[in-house]
C-alpha cells in the first residue's frame, strides 16, 4: 500500500466525539432518524458554477421553488473568464468571517442607491470588481484532467475537442450545461429561479424565525450612462445549498516577514496570481512566483514564453507524494529555489524598485532583481455571509466548548458536515463538497438533498451524525479517492431508501470506464512520477474494509450494499434492463 493510501485510510479511520459536540446535540430527534422541522419547499442556491447550476436543475425536477443567486453577470462559477480581474488582496490577510468579501448591508431595508465614479473616493469599475470578485482563470489556462472527466450531465463538447481542454472550452460547455437546463442569464424559461449580479451578503436565522433562513441580497445595476445602480432586499427559504464546487472563495496570502510592507508599497508589481491574466503584460521581465502548486507550475509555464526569466519559490512539503510529480511539469527553463524566509530589506527613499528588493530563502541564499513578484499561495474558505458559523480561535484538533459548532475556522477546510454535505446541528444547510464533473458526486449529492428534504429519504439523528464525525481535517474534501467512496455510500443509502418511501433508482458513476481514460490521459501528459499515484485505490479502487468510518456505522444502517434480489424485489422482480423507472445518473 502507497504512502498517501496508508494517509487516507488512517485519516478515514478517525473519529473525533468530543464533550462539546455532544453539549450540541439535539436530544429531541426521534427514532434514530434527523426530523424535517417543517415543509420544505423554498430553497436558496449560492453560486451558479458548475455545481450550482446541477443542484438548482435537480431540486426544480424535484418540485421545489427555488432561486439561485450568482454575484457574476453570468453562470460558469470559476469557468467564468473574463479580462475583468478582482480587486488586489489585502496585505496583511483580513479575518477569516471577511477574507472573501466584506458584507455591506444598510440599516434600512429595502434599499436603492446609485453610484457614479469618485463618490466615496471609489470607481464603478472598481465596485462592480469588488462585487463580482471575477475567477482567478487565466487566459491560456489548460486543464489538468481530460475531457470525458470533465463533463456535465446530457452535454457533450465538439467534435474532435482535444483531450487536454483550455479554459475557454470548459467555460463554453458549462454555459450550455446552464442554457439546456434553462438557468443561463438570457433564458426566460425560470427567469423568477435565476438572480445574475445578486450577492448574498447575509444568510442566518433571526430569532423568533428559527424555522426560516433569512438571506439579505445585494444586486448590481450597470447603468447606460455608466452610474450604477445597487439594491438591496431580504428573502426567506427553507434551506439553503453553498453550491460552490467545494472551491474556496478567499485569495490568502503567506506570512513573511516583509512581505506586506513591499506589497503595499508597489502593488502593480507583489499581488496575488488571481490577478493575472496574460503572459504578454510580463514581456521581458524578470518573474519570481511564490508558490508551487497547480496554479504555480501553470501559470510559470504560460510566463516562459514572453518572460525574460521565470523563477518560482516553492516549499519542501516533504509529506506530499505529489509534489514530485508536480515539480517534474515546470518548463526546463524555469529556475526552481527553495522556500522565501522573508524579505530582508524594507522599502524605502533608496529602495523603490521591487529589484531592490532582498530575499532570503530557507537554505540561506539571498535572491533580487525581480521586476515582479506573484503569489500562487491559493485560497481559504470564507463565506462571509454565514453569520454565526465563524471561529478562527479553533486550531488544529482543539475542540473548545462553543455555542454554535463552527464551519468556517481557518479557511483551510470545512467544520461540522455531514458526509452528505448537511451541516449536523441543522440540515437544512447544506454545502457541496463534491465536484460537478462526472464523477464528481455534486450530481447524486444534489439528488439526496432533494430526497432529504421532501421526506423521501432519511438521515441519521445529530447525535450519530457526530458520532460519524471524522474531525477537523475532514479528509473528504480533499483527495480524489474520496470520489467513488462516497459515490457508493450515497447509491447505496438513496437505493436503500427506496424501499422505505418508493421512486427511482441511481446507479454508481462510471469509475472503470473513467478510471480508464485517466490512466491513458495521465500517462501522456504528466511525468513517470504521477501515473503510480493514480493507480489502484488513490483513484477509488478501494475494499469496502479499507472505508474505515465511512463503512456504516450510523444509526440507521442505511449504507448496506442492496443485493440484487433485494433491488429485483422493489420492481416486481424484473431484471434490470426491464425496470420502469430509469436510473437518475448520467
Not at 457533450?156 to 442554457?179: C, E
Not at 422482480?573 to 420502469?580: I, T
Request: charged share 20%; proline share 7%; net charge negative.
Amino acid at each position: 500500500m502507497s504512502y498517501l493510501t496508508k494517509l487516507v485510510v488512517f485519516c478515514l479511520s478517525v473519529t473525533i466525539v468530543s464533550g462539546s459536540q455532544q453539549s450540541l446535540r439535539h436530544e429531541s430527534d426521534s427514532g434514530g432518524y434527523w426530523s424535517l422541522p417543517n415543509e420544505i419547499r423554498r430553497v436558496a442556491v449560492i453560486g451558479a458554477g458548475p455545481a450550482g447550476l446541477i443542484f438548482t436543475s435537480t431540486l426544480m425536477k424535484h418540485g421545489f421553488q427555488v432561486r439561485m443567486f450568482e454575484r457574476a453577470p453570468n453562470p460558469g462559477g470559476v469557468w467564468h473568464y473574463t479580462e475583468r480581474v478582482p480587486i488586489p488582496a489585502s496585505f496583511p490577510n483580513r479575518p477569516i468571517e471577511t477574507m472573501g468579501y466584506i458584507p455591506d448591508v444598510p440599516d434600512i431595508l429595502p434599499a436603492t442607491r446609485i453610484y457614479e465614479d469618485g463618490d466615496d473616493g471609489l470607481t464603478v469599475d472598481w465596485r462592480i470588481r469588488e462585487h463580482w470578485s471575477p475567477s482567478p482563470i487565466w487566459r491560456n489556462m489548460m486543464t489538468t484532467e481530460p475531457r470525458q472527466v470533465m463533463s456535465l450531465p446530457d452535454v457533450g463538447y465538439p467534435k474532435n475537442t482535444p483531450w487536454k481542454l483550455r479554459q475557454m472550452d470548459v467555460n463554453r460547455h458549462v454555459r450550455q450545461y446552464a442554457s439546456s437546463v434553462g438557468l443561463n442569464a438570457n433564458d426566460d424559461d425560470h427567469t423568477n429561479a435565476t438572480a445574475y449580479w445578486t450577492r448574498v451578503e447575509r444568510a442566518e436565522k433571526i430569532p423568533g424565525t428559527e424555522r426560516r433562513w433569512t438571506v439579505t441580497l445585494r444586486k448590481l445595476t450597470p447603468l447606460r450612462d455608466g452610474t450604477l445602480e445597487v439594491s438591496w432586499w431580504q428573502e426567506e427559504f427553507d434551506a439553503i445549498v453553498i453550491g460552490n464546487d467545494s472551491q474556496k472563495d478567499a485569495a490568502w496570502v503567506p506570512s513573511i516577514p516583509g512581505l506586506n510592507e513591499w506589497a503595499n508599497t508597489l502593488p502593480e508589481d507583489l499581488f496575488h496570481s488571481g490577478q493575472y491574466r496574460h503572459p504578454e503584460d510580463f514581456a521581458g521581465k524578470n518573474v519570481l512566483i511564490i508558490g508551487g502548486g497547480f496554479s504555480g507550475v501553470g501559470i510559470a509555464n504560460d510566463l516562459i514564453t514572453h518572460a525574460r526569466s521565470v523563477t518560482v519559490s516553492a516549499r519542501n512539503n516533504s509529506w506530499n507524494p505529489l509534489i514530485p510529480a508536480i515539480r517534474g511539469m515546470f518548463h526546463k527553463n524555469i529556475t526552481l529555489v527553495s522556500e522565501v524566509k522573508r524579505f530582508e530589506n524594507q522599502p524605502s527613499q533608496k529602495t523603490q524598485e521591487l529589484r531592490d528588493a532582498l530575499l532570503i530563502l530557507a537554505n540561506g541564499t539571498a535572491i533580487s532583481g525581480f521586476d515582479t513578484i506573484m503569489l500562487a499561495s491559493g485560497y481559504r474558505h470564507s463565506l462571509p455571509y454565514l453569520v454565526g458559523y465563524h471561529n478562527s480561535t479553533i486550531r488544529g484538533r482543539d475542540e473548545p466548548e462553543t455555542k454554535i459548532a463552527p464551519i468556517v475556522t481557518d479557511g483551510t477546510h470545512l467544520r461540522s458536515l455531514h458526509w452528505t454535505g448537511h451541516y449536523i446541528d441543522d440540515p437544512t444547510l447544506l454545502i457541496c463538497t463534491g465536484e460537478a464533473w462526472r464523477g464528481g458526486g455534486a450530481d447524486i449529492q444534489a439528488i439526496g438533498a432533494a430526497r432529504v428534504w421532501s421526506g423521501t429519504a432519511r438521515l441519521p439523528n445529530s447525535l450519530a451524525m457526530w458520532k460519524a464525525y471524522p474531525g477537523a481535517a475532514h479528509i473528504l474534501q480533499e483527495l480524489p479517492l474520496v470520489g467513488q467512496i462516497k459515490d457508493r455510500l450515497f447509491v447505496a443509502w438513496l437505493n436503500q431508501e427506496i424501499l422505505e418511501f418508493g421512486g427511482s433508482m441511481v446507479s454508481p458513476a462510471p469509475f472503470e470506464e473513467m478510471l480508464e481514460q485517466f490512466q491513458y490521459y495521465v500517462s501522456k501528459q504528466y511525468p513517470a512520477e504521477v501515473g503510480p499515484l493514480f493507480q489502484g485505490p488513490i483513484r477509488g479502487q478501494l475494499p469496502r474494509r479499507e472505508w474505515g468510518i465511512y463503512a456504516g456505522n450510523e444509526a440507521d444502517a442505511s449504507h448496506r450494499s442492496l443485493t440484487r434480489h433485494q433491488l429485483m424485489e422493489t420492481h416486481g422482480n424484473r431484471p434490470p434492463e426491464h425496470w420502469a423507472e430509469p436510473s437518475l445518473r448520467w
